[in-house]
């Protein structure tokens, strides 16, 4: 009994028990959930308890990676290809002789010209891929070693480097900087990734063939090939082209020329890029066997506007710029190849006339009138207008202003030619023609009559203008040509007024002289050549009468070419504006001031030496402030301009005292510069007859000069017999002009456009009255006498 009893006991204590369990776990809620991480971990002793289990791990790791793959995605999105460097895109214009081949200068501080990926031999390409990224076809523009490379390097404090795919290298040269920081190497990682699937792999190489530094100041494969080889990239061998992907590792010393002592380094990286070409089946063993290092040339100076180079360069770009054949801001951007009509043996031949003829006689710290001495030579192809020769002054550096292409040093009786070429085409006002053999009163200091009777004046002071002749020479009636060999002052003004001064100014701008020169007014006094046309414009006008009446207008580039594609040039068509039989007279008058037999008095003799048949004319101006020689054969034109200035004003100094001599005539240092020149310049050239066709010409049309319908003039007062320095005046005034600097009167030099001071320089007996500059002074009149038939 007592056993049930405590049997039931217990069994109530039991139950009570449970329910108040019951009861405690109700009033405390439900059981707790178990957390991703619990620490410490239930079941686990020791150590374990506080460490995440795999599964915890695992997904941590996860989670990471998301994140950082989120933030690249992220990062990949917000970031832009940026627009290029400009210091990529800017590229030097280089230009070239007439053979295309022999460089004259580069403009641009930059040295590089872009190809396109044809004209970059598979062979050279291969060899930088072998070189600095095997895989690059292969990976995607990132390489990941290189990624963790730099990682390392950054953790250790260093900066970034190294182990850039090319797409990476060819990103930091186009669109970012070459500064060293994780910025940069985050951009270039990201963009490296764009450009890559933007991009197709051959560009990507080009691109960076184009934009990476070799050295030598050279970027890019094009002026690395001729930096260390002196040829196109196109004609590198494989060994030649392995050695510019050698460079691209440590331009900075991997010129073994430069450093010597590097040779070995460099041959241990050429070898790593030929090997490498092996490995991929780029290159058979055997002729990577065959290969000797090549080593490169020595460095050349850099190409510059020294000497000559500057003036040549300066007159192309203006001329492009002027025909619209390359805009102004292309051709600043570069990356053009312009091949002049410059001939390199006939400019080397100017600057040797100048220097024989000239220069070398002066001695500027001892005489005066040795200073400031300036000289302007340009030579034309007659009948086609190819510049060959333009000389502009010692040197570009020094002198920037090319005195070849300024218009305001006055013509002298150079410009007579014109006024007997409008007297053979017009004839006189009486409708009878004028001929070569045409008789004139020469006496000096006559009176001009014009066409309407009245006695020419002059403008300042209304008297009738009595002009002298050199000397003051009285000539008495004396024909055309004789007058032209002597340079008979009188004779031209009254020419001039009788076929009419306006006829005489057009036969000029036919011939080639810009309309627009200041002093260029219509009246008897032109003749003696008050107007002021460049060197190049005279030579222009020469060889329009050397092409027998054919007129061609100068150029200087005979081809552009950009990238491989060639730009449209202007094309020159000659015109006939001229009557051939007009042109072969005033040729053979021309001819007369060289060679007169029996008497070889003429101003231009000394051009006599050439030995071939020449036609030109001399030139002196008033105060003898210029000397000009221009001269032809019938493949030749070339102009010779000499004169003084002052540095700083521009104003005219006088040539008189020059070398120790009294005065300087157009018969003496422009025609013996002239004569120099031409010699070295007709090598190879036809020597032919002026009524015979010259080189490139058809046809023939001789001419016979038309006898005089007079027995031969008495002469009042003899001339003055031959001396070594030729007498050659020309009576003209000074003008103010503003200075040309480009083809044809362009802009610029010197200094943009000057205004000359006026002369004090009265007139003389040997300098006959011209007038302050800034003014253009009126003439008188004398009678034509007897006239010939037109030639």
């Given amino acids: 009994m007592e056993a049930r009893a405590a049997a039931r006991s217990g069994g109530r204590r039991a139950a009570n028990g449970a329910a108040s369990g019951s009861r405690s776990r109700a009033e405390a809620g439900p059981p707790r959930k178990k957390r991703f991480i619990d620490y410490p971990r239930f079941g686990k002793t020791g150590v374990r308890r506080w460490l995440p289990s795999f599964k915890q791990i695992l997904a941590m790791i996860l989670f990471f990676l998301a994140s950082i793959m989120g933030v690249a995605a992220l990062a990949y999105a917000m970031v832009k290809v940026p627009d290029p460097n400009a210091n990529t895109t800017y590229q030097s214009n280089i230009y070239y002789y007439a053979d295309g081949k022999t460089e004259i200068g580069r403009t641009g501080q930059v040295n590089r010209q872009n190809v396109t990926v044809d004209q970059i031999p598979k062979h050279v390409q291969r060899a930088v891929i072998a070189a600095e990224n095997r895989s690059f076809y292969s990976d995607s523009g990132v390489s990941p070693k290189g990624l963790l490379r730099a990682g390392v390097t950054m953790v250790k404090g260093g900066d970034t480097q190294g182990g850039s795919t090319i797409t990476q290298q060819y990103v930091k040269n186009t669109y970012l900087t070459q500064e060293r920081t994780f910025k940069r190497k985050f951009s270039e990682i990201f963009i490296a990734l764009k450009v890559d699937r933007q991009m197709r792999k051959d560009d990507i190489l080009v691109g960076y063939l184009n934009t990476a530094f070799y050295g030598r100041n050279a970027y890019g494969i094009q002026a690395a090939a001729q930096a260390y080889y002196g040829k196109n990239v196109g004609d590198l061998n494989v060994a030649e082209g392995a050695y510019l992907a050698t460079l691209l590792n440590a331009p900075g010393i991997y010129d073994v020329i430069e450093f010597p002592g590097q040779l070995e380094n460099v041959k241990g990286r050429w070898n790593y890029a030929l090997n490498g070409m092996v490995k991929e089946g780029w290159l058979p ?122 218009q305001d040093i006055q013509a002298g009786s150079t410009f007579k030619l014109f006024v007997l070429a409008a007297a053979l085409r017009n004839g006189g006002a009486d409708g009878k023609p004028i001929g070569p053999e045409s008789l004139y009163n020469g006496d000096s200091k006559i009176p001009i009559k014009l066409r309407n009777g009245q006695v020419f004046k002059d403008n300042k002071t209304n008297k009738e203008y009595l002009a002298p002749n050199e000397g003051d020479v009285d000539y008495g009636p004396i024909p055309i040509t004789r007058a032209m060999e002597k340079s008979v002052n009188t004779v031209f003004l009254q020419l001039a007024a009788d076929v009419g001064p306006e006829n005489v100014k057009k036969a000029a701008i036919d011939a080639g002289l810009p309309p627009n020169l200041s002093s260029f007014e219509a009246t008897p006094t032109m003749a003696l050549g008050v107007a002021p046309p460049s060197a190049l414009d005279m030579a222009e006008a020469y060889a329009t009468f050397a092409a027998r009446g054919m007129h061609a207008d100068p150029y200087f580039v ?234």
């Fill in 558 to 791: 005979k081809e552009v070419t950009y990238s491989g594609s060639k730009r449209d040039v202007p094309k020159h068509e000659p015109k006939q504006l001229f009557d051939k039989n007009v042109a072969d007279t005033v040729n053979k008058v021309m001819m007369r001031v060289v060679d007169n037999p029996p008497l070889g008095d003429g101003t231009g003799r000394a051009a006599k030496a050439l030995n071939r048949p020449v036609a030109g004319k001399t030139g002196t101006t008033d105060g003898n402030n210029s000397a000009w020689f221009v001269g032809y054969t019938p493949n030749l034109a070339t102009s010779v301009a000499l004169f003084r200035e002052d540095p700083n004003t521009h104003a005219r100094l006088s040539l008189k005292g020059l070398g120790g001599r009294d005065s300087v005539h157009g018969g003496d240092i422009p025609t013996l510069v002239w004569t120099a020149y031409m010699k070295n310049a007709v090598q190879g050239l036809p020597s032919v007859d002026f009524s015979e066709p010259g080189e490139k010409f058809e046809g023939k049309d001789k001419v016979t000069l038309p006898p005089s319908n007079t027995p031969p003039p008495t002469r009042t007062t003899p001339p003055p017999p031959p001396t070594s320095s030729a007498p050659q005046t020309t009576p003209a005034a000074p003008t103010t002009s503003a200075a040309g600097g480009g083809p044809q009167g362009g802009t610029g030099d010197p200094g943009g456009g000057h205004t000359t001071k006026p002369s004090t320089t009265k007139p003389s007996n040997t300098d006959p009255p011209g007038g302050p500059q800034g003014t253009t002074r009126g003439g008188g009149n004398s009678g034509f006498i007897i006239g010939g038939r037109g030639g």
């Fill in 285 to 406: 063993k055997a002729e990577r066997d065959a290969l000797q290092f090549p080593m490169p040339i020595k460095p050349k100076p850099a190409a510059n506007k020294a000497g000559q180079a500057g003036y040549l360069m300066k007159v192309t770009d203006q001329y492009l710029k002027a025909n619209n054949v390359i805009p102004e801001a292309e051709l600043a951007r570069g990356g053009f190849k312009i091949v002049t009509t410059f001939d390199k043996s006939r400019q080397d031949a100017a600057v040797a006339a100048v220097k024989d003829q000239l220069t070398s006689e002066l001695k500027p710290d001892k005489n005066e009138a040795d200073r400031y001495i300036r000289t302007g030579l340009a030579s034309v192809v007659p009948g086609d207008g190819a510049v060959v020769a333009l000389y502009g002054g010692p040197d570009f550096i020094q002198q920037e202003y090319n005195d070849a292409v300024r």
